[in-house]
């Protein structure tokens, strides 16, 4: 069965840091893209970042320079590395993974092709 556990959400103040970790078993983890996408109150789900099979990386504009995404090969864990937080990042936060390799030129749309999806975790940043 597969499974993808995030972790790694809170509460934080602006100009604070987190770190969102999601394990994923096998069949979702080996040679996919995986993605990190977030869904704010009133909107549509969005991408914030995907990572290919092969390492190559894409953001949202809005995170580029705060966010890093990345995994374990080993653990099979993804990690988004979230620095410089913002209110607007409030969200819930989820992991993805593709039915393959790449990262779709739809991806920032909400991850259309992204199959299988764990169930969220909050991250609201407030002061």
């Known amino acids: 069965q597969v499974q993808m556990t995030e972790s790694g959400g809170g509460d934080v103040q602006p100009g604070g840091s987190l770190r969102l970790s999601c394990i994923v078993s096998e069949e979702a983890f080996n040679r996919r893209a995986l993605g990190w996408f977030r869904q704010r109150p009133g909107r549509e789900r969005e991408g914030v970042a995907c990572l290919t099979w092969t390492w190559n990386i894409d953001y949202l504009d809005s995170v580029k320079g705060r966010f890093t995404i990345s995994r374990n090969n080993a653990k099979r864990t993804l990690y988004l590395q979230m620095n410089n937080l913002s209110p607007a990042d409030t969200a819930m936060y989820y992991c993805?993974?593709?039915?393959?390799?790449?990262?779709?030129?739809?991806?920032?749309?909400?991850?259309?092709?992204?199959?299988?999806w764990g169930q969220g975790t909050q991250v609201t940043v407030s002061s």
């Open positions: 993805a993974a593709d039915r393959g390799a790449l990262c779709s030129a739809s991806w920032l749309d909400g991850g259309p092709t992204f199959e299988h």
